[in-house]
């Protein structure tokens, strides 16, 4: 048979596909999110439209190098997946290929990608260099781009003041702007805006805006504007950051000169709004029938633009029964960074909430689970028939489990020792990794496997074929009757299952020791009684006590909540091993960090 088929061919091409679509795709997408997000400070800095657009290409290596691991595992899984959905794996076992000769290829391409990431690795640091050099990165730096507190004065009498300034964003924060008139037809006004955004062709852009407005004797007005646009600032970011002798750098001493300088500072500005117009037009709109009738002339703002409709003091009404989730933005309304933020972080959100759900679904769960031992006449003669298949049937996997185990840790611990060490370290060191790590450990795994996965399937079934039902039609209580015999079962044997575990690995390391290796009995005898405290028997004990409780709640809990038919119960099973496992690992580090002080001492 020729050693490149076209079946191998095939194979190939179809996972390198996926490879180069996802090695390439996603630095392309990176390049575009960035571009969109810093494309204006990329701009504010005055950088040629070619260096930035090569700066990017040199980002490449970089972005392609982070990928590369997760484009290997989707065009491994995609492209697996494809050949199982079309039946293709299934029509080669048929024609006598294996399964294994089929995903050579793939393995051939897992390997090519490993060396394409070592060349790639080697590129990257300096491309990243020679980026960071036509972004003027180093004169941009953090720190060197912002500026506080400070105020300049422009024309006609206007001075602006600043709280801080972003000149690689192109942004102000906390603006302020006072100018002082002549009267009606030229008004002192003062204007204050959240924040305010540079755009290159169109200025200044406010956000947030309130204008107050004096236009001589008589009533101020004020209105407020969600944006507007400021055409007599004309000074670019960049600008803004230098020192110009012509800034004012005393903030305080502009807002005080400004308070002793505008009637605005002397008496307060009052809101005039129209009886029934709900604050949403000045009286002295020009669209105010009631302002034009009373002769008001309409105040000319010189350089403020309004770009979206004048509301007046205070929010607009909610209707009533509106939620809190009406009141949100749709994402279509989010700029193109704010949609990609929130696509991004929209599945983690998912993602944790789906977690916090199934974590207080468990724990009422534990709530009946605690109920139900008060009806020890229900579940105390099933806990028997339990600890026999929990227990005594698993006593074949955790004996042969343990006498690997052991084995294996004498000879490597043998082997692992420096010249000159005394060979009793060999008795201490099996010791102490099979007592207090080993036995309850990977016992607890074998029997999350063994044990969890029947316990899922057996109540996972009897709640598809509607057993459960019926038992509560027959007033039993199908947690009492099913769940707590399983987890009473569990907390029982499973420690006595682990100090079986505990004797057999440390007879087997013993035997081991002393036929394999050059350890002699005494010598392994003598490391079994070193530093030996009792504690450690009760530590490998209390460990297993918690393993058997997580792991037959756990199962139990995902066979009881089944969903019908049989791909459920298959589905119930393989999460309730994978979660019975996780569920022993994350305890088995909590007690190591909660008791190892106890060990020690």
């Known amino acids: 048979m020729a050693l490149v088929r076209p079946l191998d061919r095939y194979v190939f091409t179809e996972w390198l596909k996926i490879f180069l679509a996802t090695a390439f795709g996603f630095p392309v997408v990176l390049i575009i999110i960035d571009l969109t997000d810093h494309l204006d400070g990329y701009l504010g800095r005055h950088l040629p439209k070619l260096d930035i ?33 079309h039946s293709e794996i299934t029509a080669a076992k048929a024609s006598g290929i294996s399964f294994y000769r ?48 400070f105020a300049f004065a422009a024309e006609e009498g206007r001075v602006y003041k600043v709280s801080l300034l972003n000149a690689l964003e192109g942004r102000l924060d906390g603006l302020e702007v006072e100018r002082k008139g002549t009267g009606p037809e030229y008004p002192t006004y003062v204007l204050t805006a959240q924040t305010a955004d540079y755009q290159e062709k169109r200025g200044w852009m406010l956000r947030g805006a309130r204008i107050h407005l004096i236009t001589g004797p008589g009533p101020d007005v004020a209105f407020a504007a969600d944006s507007a646009l400021d055409r007599d600032l004309r000074e670019k970011p960049a600008d803004l950051l230098a020192s110009d002798p012509g800034h004012l750098h005393d903030h305080r001493a502009v807002r005080g000169a400004a308070g002793d300088e505008h009637a605005a500072r002397r008496h307060g500005v009052r809101r005039r709004h129209l009886a029934g117009d709900h604050g949403i037009v000045p009286r002295a709109h020009p669209d105010d029938p009631v302002g034009r009738r009373e002769g008001v002339r309409q105040p000319r703002v010189r350089g403020v633009d309004p770009q979206h409709p004048l509301r007046g003091h205070g929010t607009d009404p909610v209707p009533p029964g509106a939620h809190v989730s009406d009141l949100r933005r749709p994402t279509e309304e989010l700029r193109g960074i704010d949609r990609a933020a929130v696509s991004l972080f929209r599945p983690y959100a998912k993602l944790t909430t789906g977690m916090l759900a199934g974590i207080g679904k468990r724990a009422y769960f534990l709530r009946d689970t605690l109920r139900a031992l008060g009806e020890g006449r229900t579940w105390g003669p099933e806990a028997f028939k339990h600890m026999r298949s929990i227990g005594v049937d698993s006593v074949p996997l955790a004996c042969l489990v343990a006498a690997f185990i052991g084995a294996v840790i004498a000879l490597q611990t043998r082997y692992q020792l420096f010249p000159g060490i005394q060979l009793s ?25 063994r044990v969890g996965a029947r316990i899922t399937a057996e109540i996972g079934t009897m709640r598809v074929t509607e057993q459960v039902d019926a038992l509560e039609t027959l007033a039993f209580d199908p947690i009492a009757y099913l769940v707590v015999p399983r987890i009473v079962a569990g907390l029982l044997m499973l420690p006595v299952l682990s100090i079986l575990a505990n004797a057999v690995g440390l007879e087997t390391a013993w035997i081991t020791a002393s036929m394999a290796t050059d350890v002699t009995s005494d010598q392994f005898r003598e490391g079994l009684r070193l530093g030996f405290g009792y504690f450690q028997v009760v530590y490998s004990v209390l460990k297993a ?36 496992c996780l569920a022993v690992l994350i305890l088995d580090a909590l007690t190591a960090v909660l008791l190892a002080p106890y060990l020690q001492s």
């Open 102 to 149: 089929l995903m050579a290829p793939v393995f051939l391409g897992a390997v090519g990608a490993m060396g394409f990431a070592l060349v790639v690795g080697e590129i990257a640091p300096p491309a990243n260099a020679r980026r960071f050099e036509l972004l003027q990165e180093s004169e941009f730096r953090a720190g060197r781009n912002e500026r506080s507190n």
């Open 53 to 85: 657009a090569l700066s990017h290409l040199y980002w490449l290596p970089d972005s392609m190098f982070n990928v590369l691991p997760a484009a290997v595992l989707f065009a491994t899984v995609f492209s697996i997946g494809a050949f199982t959905r």
């Open 545 to 580: 006590f918690l393993f058997g409780g997580a792991i037959a709640f756990l199962c139990a809990y995902e066979g009881y909540v089944t969903d019908a038919g049989a791909e459920g119960v298959g589905k119930a099973t393989a999460k309730a091993v994978v979660v019975g």
């Open 425 to 449: 370290v060999v008795g201490f060191i099996s010791r102490q990794m099979i007592t207090l790590e080993m036995a309850p450990l990977l016992t607890g795994l074998v029997l999350a496997g």
